[in-house]
Structures are given as C-alpha cells and as structure tokens.
T-cell receptor, first 114, second 113 residues
Framework: EPEVTQTPSHQVTQMGQEVILRCVPI?????FYWYRQILGQKVEFLVSFYNNEISEKSEIFDDQFSVERPDGSNFTLKIRSTKLEDSAMYFC????????????FGSGTQLSVL | ELKVEQNPLFLSMQEGKNYTIYCNYSTTSDRLYWYRQDPGKSLESLFVLLSNGAVKQEGRLMASLDTKARLSTLHITAAVHDLSATYFC?????????????FGSGTQLTVLP
C-alpha cells in the first residue's frame, strides 16, 4: 500500500539552528499537511498546502516556519531558528483530492532541540 | 474555537470485555474522524464519519456519530490485546477543503490478558 515517508526519523539539533524535515507524500495526492505532537500532548495542526501555496496555518506556524514543495515529490518543513519548545514529533500527511476524507500520515520525525 | 474532548483518557480493560470511548466536540461539525496510534508510530485512520447517524464497523471496533449531540463514540467489543493503543478522535475546524483537524487528547487503551 502506498505510504507517506518521512526523513529523518530522529533529528537532534542545537537551539538556534535551522532544521529541515522532509516528507514524500503519496505520489498522486494533492493536499499536504504538517502536524506536530509534543510528548504526551495532543496532535496539533501546523499548516496545509495545496497547489504550491499555503491553504491554512495555525498560530503555531509563525515566521520561523516555512514549507516548500521543491520538486514533484518532496514536501519540506523548515524551522529557521529552533527553540526548545519546538521539540516534538512532526507528522506529515497527505490527501488525495478535495473530496477525499482520509488523511494518510507518515511515521513522523522526532525533533529534539537541545 | 473548536474544542474536542475525549473520555476516558486512560482505559484498562480485560480481554473479552466491552467498553465505549466518548468524543465530544464544541462547535457544529458534520464529520468526525477516529485514528489509532501505537507507541512511537504514526496515526492510522480507523473511521471517517460523514453524517449524522453514521455508523461504521471494522472488526471489534464500531464508531458512531451524533451531530446534534456533538458526540461520537468508539465502541470496543470483546477486547483483545492487539487493540492496545491510543485512540484519537478529530474534527475539522471548518467545512472547508483544507481539512485542518483538531484532535482530542487521546484515550490510551490497555487490554489486559
């Protein structure tokens, strides 16, 4: 079965450093998302992306965050200057088309900011 | 602001028993989603409930939606150890196409032998 793949599975970085989290959505999907889950807390929406632009973003997704689809397969989340509170599991998700209800999630990247 | 509340947050049950997890949400929504998460793993879509009165079943799990009561339930029948996981419900923040979901806190289910 097709799946969303994320790399790396674990990322450790120093506070203030830039990180890029990478995702390869399912190939024919059109809608892409980033969510995060701080340890022991709820899964939180960060951003949605369609047709090469951001559709919606949450309050968490401030100027330190950006997303990009640099080519036909990758979808990246960049954090420019990481903070301790950015430590979380980051999930990428994709959806086939507008009327598709099912979100497919990747296995996540555990980001630890030291 | 949409709030999604689940209860219980922790549930230990014996194999073979039945139980129900409840999901309440605070604003009108015509759809509700259930996900399963195993420790350290991603979110697996279990059910997509698209209308009032929707009921879906998969194996020992059955989910229902009452949009008037703003309530969804996930019923577990004759639990088995393999069902041990954390279960999340989620509702879309709006009926728009972006599918920004608000998740509940999750119910950590442990099925004991």
């Amino acid at each position: 079965e097709p799946e969303v793949t994320q790399t790396p599975s674990h990322q450790v970085t120093q506070m203030g450093q830039e990180v890029i989290l990478r995702c390869v959505p399912i190939s024919n999907h059109l809608y892409f998302y980033w969510y995060r889950q701080i340890l022991g807390q709820k899964v939180e929406f960060l951003v949605s992306f369609y047709n090469n632009e951001i559709s919606e973003k949450s309050e968490i997704f401030d100027d330190q965050f950006s997303v990009e689809r640099p080519d036909g397969s990758n979808f990246t989340l960049k954090i420019r200057s990481t903070k301790l509170e950015d430590s979380a599991m980051y999930f990428c998700a994709s959806r086939l088309r507008e009327k598709s209800e099912k979100l497919f999630f990747g296995s996540g990247t555990q980001l630890s900011v030291l | 602001e949409l709030k999604v509340e689940q209860n219980p947050l922790f549930l230990s049950m014996q194999e073979g028993k039945n139980y129900t997890i409840y999901c309440n949400y605070s604003t009108t929504s015509d759809r509700l989603y259930w996900y399963r998460q195993d420790p350290g793993k991603s979110l697996e879509s279990l059910f997509v409930l698209l209308s009032n009165g929707a009921v879906k079943q998969e194996g020992r799990l059955m989910a229902s939606l009452d949009t008037k009561a703003r309530l969804s339930t996930l019923h577990i029948t004759a639990a088995v150890h393999d069902l041990s996981a954390t279960y999340f419900c989620a509702a879309p923040i709006s009926s728009g196409s972006a599918r920004q979901l608000t998740f509940g806190s999750g119910t950590q289910l442990t099925v004991l032998p």
